[in-house]
C-alpha cells in the first residue's frame, strides 16, 4: 500500500445548498482522509491523503465515496494533471525562465500542450515523462502515477460528452 495525494474537484447538482451539510455524510462515507473546501458557493473540492494498492484505485475509491454522500455531485477536475508552466517550474524546482528555455531548446522532443495560448497547458504526465526518460531527472513515483491516473480519469470524464458516432471517426483518424 502506498499513501497518495490528489484533489478532486465536484460541482454539487444543489449550487444553492449549503455544502457544510454533506460534511457529516462524507465522512460516514470514507472521505475522513480528506480536507474538505466549500469556500465556493456550488462546489465542493477534496484534499485526499488516502493509502491504496495503486494511484488508480486510491482516486476511484474516492470517487465513489463522495457519490455515495452527494449522489448528484459532478466531477470538474481531477488534480494534479492539468498544469502551466510556473506549475511545471514550481513542481521540479526549476525558475520558469528554465522551463521555457528547456522547451525552446527541445521544441520537437518535448510535450505538446493541450491548449496553445497565452497561457499554455500540459498534462503534467506527459512532462514528468519527459523529464524522467529525456533528461534523466529523478521524478516522485509516487506523484506520476496520481499524475497518470488523473489525466485517465479526466480525459475519460470528457468522452462521455462525444458522440459515438463522432468519437469512432476521430479515433479512425487519429489512430
Request: proline share 3%; with cysteine.
Given at each position: 500500500m502506498q499513501e497518495y495525494e490528489f484533489t478532486l474537484k465536484?460541482?454539487?447538482?444543489?449550487?444553492?445548498?449549503?455544502?457544510?451539510?454533506?460534511?457529516?455524510?462524507?465522512?460516514?462515507?470514507?472521505?475522513?482522509?480528506?480536507?474538505?473546501?466549500?469556500?465556493?458557493?456550488?462546489?465542493?473540492?477534496?484534499?485526499?491523503?488516502?493509502?491504496?494498492?495503486?494511484?488508480?484505485?486510491?482516486?476511484?475509491?474516492?470517487?465513489?465515496?463522495?457519490?455515495?454522500?452527494?449522489?448528484?455531485?459532478?466531477?470538474?477536475?481531477?488534480?494534479?494533471?492539468?498544469?502551466?508552466?510556473?506549475?511545471?517550474?514550481?513542481?521540479?524546482?526549476?525558475?520558469?525562465?528554465?522551463?521555457?528555455?528547456?522547451?525552446?531548446?527541445?521544441?520537437?522532443?518535448?510535450?505538446?500542450?493541450?491548449?496553445?495560448?497565452k497561457s499554455a497547458i500540459w498534462h503534467l504526465s506527459s512532462?514528468?515523462?519527459?523529464?524522467?526518460?529525456?533528461?534523466?531527472?529523478?521524478?516522485?513515483?509516487?506523484?506520476?502515477?496520481?499524475?497518470?491516473?488523473?489525466?485517465?480519469?479526466?480525459?475519460?470524464?470528457?468522452?462521455?460528452?462525444?458522440?459515438?458516432?463522432?468519437?469512432?471517426?476521430?479515433?479512425?483518424?487519429?489512430?
Amino acid at each position: 500500500m502506498q499513501e497518495y495525494e490528489f484533489t478532486l474537484k465536484f460541482s454539487l447538482g444543489d449550487a444553492i445548498s449549503d455544502p457544510e451539510s454533506y460534511i457529516e455524510r462524507l465522512a460516514e462515507a470514507g472521505c475522513d482522509d480528506a480536507l474538505i473546501g466549500i469556500g465556493q458557493q456550488g462546489r465542493i473540492a477534496f484534499n485526499f491523503n488516502r493509502e491504496a494498492d495503486s494511484a488508480l484505485s486510491a482516486v476511484c475509491s474516492a470517487i465513489k465515496n463522495i457519490k455515495s454522500a452527494i449522489p448528484d455531485a459532478t466531477l470538474i477536475e481531477a488534480t494534479p494533471d492539468f498544469v502551466g508552466i510556473s506549475d511545471i517550474a514550481d513542481i521540479l524546482g526549476y525558475s520558469r525562465q528554465n522551463i521555457r528555455k528547456l522547451m525552446l531548446n527541445h521544441r520537437s522532443s518535448f510535450p505538446a500542450p493541450i491548449h496553445e495560448g497565452k497561457s499554455a497547458i500540459w498534462h503534467l504526465s506527459s512532462v514528468l515523462s519527459w523529464f524522467k526518460e529525456r533528461k534523466n531527472h529523478a521524478v516522485d513515483e509516487l506523484l506520476f502515477d496520481v499524475t497518470q491516473a488523473n489525466r485517465q480519469l479526466n480525459s475519460a470524464k470528457e468522452n462521455l460528452y462525444l458522440d459515438p458516432a463522432i468519437n469512432t471517426r476521430i479515433h479512425a483518424m487519429l489512430s
